[in-house]
C-alpha cells in the first residue's frame, strides 16, 4: 500500500491517480515540488502487462496500481525496438508513474514508458527531474481553445525581437542561439506561438497500424543566420518529448486563419 501524506497527494486520492496531472495543476510551484520529491521515491506501486493479442490491431498496456485502481491503457511507443513479447508484465514505481503522466500531461517533458527497462526508466526519471528544475517555472496552461487536443500544460519561452544569447539558452528561456561569427536576426512569427509539425520527427509513433507519430507542437523562436550570403531560418520547436532546433523547412506552419 501506498500512503500519501501531503495535501497534493490527497488531491490525488480526491481526483483518482488517472486524473491528477490530467488538469493544469503542474504550472503550481508547490505541484511540482511534490513531483520533484517523489521523482525520488522508488517504492513500487503497480504493474503494466503488454498485451498484443492476434485479433488486436494494436497491441496494449494492461495498468494496474496498488490500493488504487486497475485497467485502462498508457501509451505505448511503437517505435521501441524492440517491444515487449505479448504477456510480458513489469512492476513499475511511484517515480516512474509520476515521470509518465508528466510527459504524457505536458508537451516538452521528456518520454518515459512503464514497460522500458529499469536502467532506461531510472534516465528517464533524472531527465524529468531536470526538465521540472530548469523549466518549471516556464510551464503554463494551455489556453482553453487548445485544451482538448493538446495536453493540459505546456513548456512555453518568452517572445523575442532579437537573436537569443548563449546566456538565454544555458538558462533555459531559449531553445537554441546561433552562433555568433554570422549575422543574425530575428523572425517574426505569423502568431505566437505558432502551431507546428515537424514533419521529420518519428521517434514517437502511436499508432502502429496507421503509422501516426507524435509531430505536432508549437514554435516559440525563429531566428535566421547570413551564409554564403543567403538568409537560413532555424525554428524552435517544443513538441511531445521534445525541445529543439530544426531548420525551417522541416517544419510546416500552422497559423489560425
Not at 495498468?63 to 517491444?83: H, K, Q, Y
Not at 527531474?129 to 482553453?144: M, V
Not at 517574426?188 to 507524435?214: G, H, M, N, V
Request: proline share 6%; hydrophobic share 35%; charged share 30%.
Amino acid at each position: 500500500m501506498v500512503r500519501w501524506k501531503t495535501t497534493c497527494c490527497r488531491r490525488i486520492r480526491d481526483l483518482g491517480v488517472s486524473e491528477f496531472f490530467k488538469t493544469p495543476i503542474l504550472v503550481v510551484p508547490a505541484v511540482q515540488k511534490f513531483s520533484i520529491r517523489h521523482l525520488s521515491n522508488t517504492s513500487d506501486v503497480g504493474e503494466v502487462e503488454f498485451l498484443w493479442n492476434a485479433d488486436e490491431v494494436e497491441p496494449y498496456l494492461d495498468f494496474e496500481m496498488t490500493d488504487a485502481w486497475s485497467g485502462g491503457s498508457v501509451m505505448i511507443n511503437f517505435n521501441d525496438s524492440p517491444l515487449p513479447k505479448t504477456g510480458t508484465k513489469r512492476s513499475f514505481r511511484i517515480c516512474d508513474w509520476v515521470a509518465q503522466e508528466i510527459f504524457e500531461n505536458c508537451l516538452g517533458a521528456p518520454e518515459i514508458q512503464l514497460y522500458w527497462s529499469l536502467p532506461r526508466r531510472d534516465s528517464a526519471v533524472q531527465a524529468c527531474r531536470k526538465f521540472l528544475e530548469r523549466f518549471g517555472k516556464q510551464l503554463e496552461a494551455t489556453p482553453e481553445d487548445h485544451f482538448w487536443t493538446d495536453t493540459p500544460v505546456r513548456l512555453a519561452f518568452p517572445k523575442r525581437n532579437r537573436p537569443a544569447s548563449t546566456e538565454e539558452l544555458r538558462s533555459g528561456t531559449a531553445i537554441f542561439s546561433l552562433p555568433s561569427d554570422h549575422e543574425r536576426r530575428a523572425v517574426d512569427l505569423p502568431e505566437f506561438p505558432t502551431r507546428a509539425r515537424w514533419l521529420d520527427y518519428k521517434k514517437i509513433q502511436t499508432s502502429l497500424k496507421d503509422k501516426e507519430f507524435e509531430q505536432d507542437g508549437w514554435v516559440w523562436q525563429a531566428e535566421e543566420t547570413l551564409h554564403n550570403g543567403k538568409w537560413e531560418r532555424s525554428y524552435g520547436f517544443v513538441g511531445t518529448g521534445v525541445i529543439v532546433q530544426v531548420p525551417a523547412d522541416g517544419i510546416e506552419l500552422s497559423p489560425k486563419d
